[in-house]
């Protein structure tokens, strides 16, 4: 996996998240929907990062 491989999922993944928060929106109060897709952005970046560094050690 390259990193443009990598970068486009990153963006899709944030993409859905963003479609997924918009969905859920409805359901849920104001607050709500932001604290979730913060969690949701702190998730893929960690996982990003994580993905990141594996790949470095591993090279």
């Not at 390259?2 to 849920?28: F, P, W």
Request: aromatic residues 4%; hydrophobic residues 60%.
């Amino acid at each position: 996996m390259n990193e443009n491989q990598l970068l486009s999922l990153v963006a899709g993944m944030m993409v859905l998240v963003i479609v997924i928060g918009g969905l859920a929106r409805r359901r849920m109060k104001p607050g709500e929907s932001l604290r979730l897709a913060l969690i949701w952005i702190a998730i893929i970046v960690t996982a990003t990062v994580a993905v990141t560094l594996v790949r470095r050690f591993l090279h």
